[in-house]
């Protein structure tokens, strides 16, 4: 049993096919209940670790495996001298709606034991924790009826909850809640780590996130990675050690294409952030500005008006574009889709490709001529590119950060609570990093800013497509992790930068 975040290493994650089909074999490896008897053990293990105090714990068991777990746990925690209160969910009636098996014994096991299992909610509860054990893996729609009322009446109740496998209510697969769902304070997976515990809702409702594999670990290739501070060892083995006799121009070179008037601050954020990531050189092509605008930093260069119409000579640098663009940006994107080598496009320069059909053409060319590309859009801005909702995209993150990088031939960050980042040829990745203190203006621009400061220290000799992936999910972790030890309100984008700049890892000679 270990706590997942912070995790030193990648995590494997499961679907919920995969999860299920996993569930079932290790049913079939097992003797009969022998399972269900180890993981209702886990549960009340966890749950007197974690709050050893609590005399009173009321557990909701719903009319599957789920609930059977929790009716083990009962058991145990009545044998611990604790006063249990049980909830069990009344049997749907009609052909198909018996318990499974495990499910029928544990009940039957717990009212041997003399527990009292109810039915009846009350009002109020008077409990010192609570266990969900109400749908876990099992949800299959939203939850409604007895149950829902089960989910209000927990979310009402002050004390603190312990969700079995997954809060209930919500999707394991994609984060999402169809209706209500359980807040829990921690949430105890078992067998396999599920990707909705990690991105849209998944975070906000799960606390903190512990695993079991209760013995079996699962032999089947993930679904999804979860990332760890080992993205940025893996980043590091890339770039190699910053030797003695380097000088600027062996880190790379810069240039943020942005800064429409009015929007100065975007395209200065993307390129200080690039400039503390660690490039040589960073330019700054304001558009429709004059030379003399001031840049925020001393080191940064100004990239004149007569340069942007020399499309040649971006070839050898690593291009930000879109950052407070505009509508200036569409302009010079077709120029900067045929002839940018390295290429990251955010904010406006999406939007101009959701908007003109030719633009994305342009971009799914660039795959083929050994152009490498990521795209960096937050919800809205995928789903214009999808041509969908930002609710459709909310509701499958991982499926729509795929069917982006799949269209677009590109490396995609989906950004949100558990970015996804997603390539052609490459397991999705989901960001564990972070809190709702990057909520603030500029934080993205920071993000494709430090992404494409890493791009530039690359060496060229690296099959870009193949380091691209392993460099968006340094860059998105390393983003998340300046923010993780922050305290306080909003994370203000200029701080930001400098929390990334203290995290950057030593390099060896």
């Known amino acids: 049993m270990r706590r997942i975040l912070p995790s030193p290493i990648h995590l494997p994650l499961h679907g919920l096919a995969a999860s299920r089909a996993w569930e079932s074999e290790a049913l079939a490896l097992t003797p009969p209940h022998a399972l269900m008897a180890r993981a209702g053990l886990a549960v009340a293990k966890m749950a007197l670790a974690l709050y050893p105090a609590a005399r009173r714990i009321a557990l909701f068991c719903g009319p599957g495996n789920n609930g059977g777990d929790a009716l083990v746990a009962a058991q145990h925690l009545a044998r611990q001298g604790r006063m249990v209160q049980l909830w069990v969910a009344p049997q749907a009636a009609g052909a198909g709606h018996s318990r499974p098996a495990d499910a029928a014994w544990a009940l039957e096991e717990a009212r041997q034991a003399g527990l009292s299992p109810q039915h009846s909610l009350p009002e109020a509860l008077d409990a010192d924790l609570v266990i969900d054990g109400l749908l876990g893996l099992g949800a299959a729609r939203a939850p409604a009826g007895w149950l829902a009322e089960a989910i209000a009446l927990i979310n009402r109740q002050r004390a603190p909850v312990l969700a079995i496998d997954l809060p209930s209510g ?84 810069v240039l943020v294409i942005g800064g429409a008037p009015g929007m100065r601050g975007a395209a200065q954020l993307a390129s200080q952030a690039a400039l503390a990531a660690g490039a040589g050189r960073i330019y700054v092509g304001l558009l429709e500005a004059k030379t003399d605008t001031p840049l925020g930093r001393p080191e940064l260069m100004h990239w004149q008006e007569a340069q942007l119409a020399e499309p040649a000579t971006w070839s050898q640098h690593t291009v930000v574009a879109g950052c407070g663009g505009a509508s200036l940006i569409a302009r010079v994107l077709p ?129 870009e497509n193949d380091a691209l992936h392993t460099l968006a999910c340094a860059a998105v972790y390393w983003h998340g992790a300046a923010a993780s030890g922050a305290e306080g309100g909003p994370l203000r984008a200029a701080e930001l930068i400098e929390r990334m700049l203290r995290l950057h890892p030593q390099v060896p000679d």
Not at 195 to 206: N, V
Not at 368 to 383: D, F, I, K, S, Y
Not at 404 to 424: E, T, W
């Open 170 to 253: 919500l999707d394991g697969q994609h984060g999402s809640c169809a209706g209500v769902a359980v807040q829990a304070q921690h949430c105890l997976c078992l067998l396999t780590l599920k990707p909705g515990l990690f991105t849209a809702q998944g975070r906000a409702l799960s606390g903190d996130i512990w695993w079991d594999e209760l013995g079996h670990p699962s032999p089947h290739a993930p679904s999804a990675w979860l990332l760890g501070t080992q993205a940025l060892g893996e980043w590091q083995a890339l770039l190699g050690p910053r030797g003695h006799a380097s000088h600027k121009g062996s880190w790379g070179d």
């Open 335 to 463: 120029q900067l889709l045929a002839h940018a080598s390295r290429l990251v496009l955010d904010a406006d320069a999406l939007n101009a490709l959701a908007a003109d059909a030719g633009l994305r053409s342009l971009l799914r060319a660039r795959a083929a001529q050994g152009l490498a590309t990521v795209l960096t859009p937050h919800p809205l801005e995928a789903a214009r590119l999808l041509g969908s909702s930002s609710q459709e995209v909310q509701a499958d993150r991982l499926g729509s950060a795929q069917a982006l990088a799949l269209d677009l031939a590109c490396c995609v960050v989906l950004k949100g609570s558990g970015s996804v980042i997603a390539s052609p040829g490459s397991v999705c990745a989901i960001n564990s990093s972070g809190n709702g203190r990057l909520a603030s203006a500029g934080t993205g621009d920071v993000l494709a800013g430090w992404l494409g400061g890493l791009w530039a220290q690359l060496p060229r000799k690296h099959p």
